[in-house]
Structures are given as structure tokens and as C-alpha cells.
């Protein structure tokens, strides 16, 4: 069985004065799968030489005592070619097959790992390549899915393209409720998601308490409240 995930990454060039419109001397330049095709070899060798101190195997990382331990023989990550893109893949041997449930709990898992786990500690180690270096990420911090099989890729575009939480102080501002959930809904309706808007101004409205409204807010717009799931090199492994 094999699970496939988008891939992205941010690449800094060799060249101080490289010029890009979407190029940060400190973000780097964001790459997707498709700009990533021209270094597949290299990602990939990137990710056998970080797994090969644990065998590669995800599963001796997974403590619980259930069905998927007993099934799962092993779930080794990779970078595979998809179509005109870099994917992520993730091959699973198994037992027996798995049932929905066990699958959605597998599947859970490896998200855990992507972003907290071993794919934390990969995408701060740099890839180094002919005009610069990568830093490669197996998991987004918008709507990241893993998909069983050959990937739709217009699934993953859709994706990756969709728009990502709009940014909102919260400190140094009218910390009235009414005035916090309107300056987020204008925020919301101006990034196109009115109807994310909508939905956060309801669930506001039938909050219990300030800090759950604050806390409701800060799921559909970015506040120093927002959990912070990622961070950028030099926060070494966590597996």
C-alpha cells in the first residue's frame, strides 16, 4: 500500500544578489512539487540518508497496542515522481489489510510524524544542490492530506492553492469581542472567504466565554493565540 502527499520546499540560492519577486533572503523562495521535479534525485537521496539510522521505518515510532500495530509491518517514506510532480510516498507493508478506521488512524499518525515528528527534524536539515540548497517539507500547514495510491493532482493543487489564514494583532487593539470578530471577518471576507467568515462569526456568537471566542477567532485568522505547528531550521529531531 502506498500513501502519497504533496511536497514543498524553500530554496536558497547560491547567489547573494539573486533576484525574485518571491524570493526572502530569510524565507527563501517557495518551490512546489512541479519546481521540485529537477531535484528529485537528490531529494530522494536526502530522505534515505536521514532514515537509514532507524532502517527508515515510521511504525517503531507508533506506541499504541491495536489493530494497526498488529497489521502494519512497516511505513517507509520516500520522493517519487507522480505525473509532472515530487510527492511524497509512503510505503506500507502489511499483515493483512487494513479497514477504514485503521487506515484513518495510520494515516493520522504519519501526519503527526510529517509535521512533528520525523519530518520536522528533515525538512531543517539542507539538501544541498548545483545552484543552492533545500529545505524540504512532507507536510503544509494548510489542509496537509495523504492520499492512498496514484494522487489526483488537481485534488492536490486544489490543496495547496487554497488560501491560507489572513494575519490579525490582536495586542495594542480593541479587545472588545464585537470589535475583535469584526476586524477578522472583514479580514476573512477580503481574502474571498466569506463563508469562512460566516461560520466563524456564528460559532463567536454562540461561544460560552471571551477566551473561547478568542480562541474560535484565532482558528480562522492568524493571532498570537494561533498554535504554532511549525518552525523553521535549528530546532533539531523530535521523532
Given at each position: 500500500m502506498k500513501f502519497y502527499s504533496p511536497l514543498t520546499a524553500d530554496f536558497f540560492p547560491n547567489e547573494s544578489d539573486y533576484e525574485d519577486e518571491f524570493y526572502d533572503e530569510y524565507e527563501g523562495c517557495p518551490l512546489d512539487g512541479h519546481d521540485l521535479l529537477q531535484y528529485a534525485d537528490a531529494v530522494d537521496e536526502a530522505v534515505k540518508k536521514d532514515i537509514a539510522d532507524f532502517n527508515g521505518d515510521l511504525m517503531q515510532y507508533y506506541h499504541e497496542?491495536?489493530?494497526?500495530?498488529?497489521?502494519?509491518?512497516?511505513?517507509?517514506?520516500?520522493?517519487?515522481?507522480?505525473?509532472?510532480?515530487?510527492?511524497?510516498c509512503l510505503t506500507v507493508e502489511l499483515r493483512e489489510p487494513l479497514n477504514e478506521g485503521e487506515q484513518a488512524a495510520l494515516c493520522d499518525y504519519i501526519s503527526g510524524q510529517y509535521s512533528d515528528g520525523w519530518g520536522e527534524g528533515f525538512e531543517q536539515r539542507d539538501i544541498r544542490v548545483e545552484d543552492g540548497k533545500l529545505y524540504v517539507h512532507f507536510w503544509q500547514d494548510h489542509d496537509f492530506e495523504l492520499k492512498r495510491d496514484v494522487p489526483d493532482m488537481t485534488e492536490f493543487n486544489k490543496l495547496l492553492n487554497r488560501p491560507k489564514k489572513p494575519k490579525m494583532q490582536l495586542i495594542g487593539?480593541?479587545?472588545?469581542?464585537?470589535?475583535?470578530?469584526?476586524?477578522?471577518?472583514?479580514?476573512?471576507?477580503?481574502?474571498?472567504?466569506s463563508?469562512?467568515?460566516?461560520?466563524?462569526?456564528?460559532?463567536?456568537?454562540?461561544?460560552?466565554?471571551?477566551?473561547?471566542?478568542?480562541t474560535i477567532v484565532s482558528e480562522y485568522v492568524e493571532t498570537e493565540l494561533t498554535p504554532k505547528t511549525r518552525n523553521k531550521p535549528n530546532r533539531g529531531d523530535a521523532r
Open positions: 497496542d491495536d489493530s494497526v500495530r498488529s497489521k502494519v509491518v512497516s511505513a517507509v517514506p520516500s520522493a517519487k515522481i507522480c505525473g509532472n510532480k515530487l510527492c511524497g487593539q480593541d479587545g472588545n469581542i464585537f470589535a475583535i470578530m469584526g476586524r477578522a471577518s472583514r479580514l476573512l471576507k477580503s481574502a474571498g472567504q463563508d469562512k467568515a460566516k461560520e466563524m462569526c456564528g460559532r463567536v456568537m454562540a461561544s460560552k466565554s471571551y477566551n473561547a471566542a478568542l
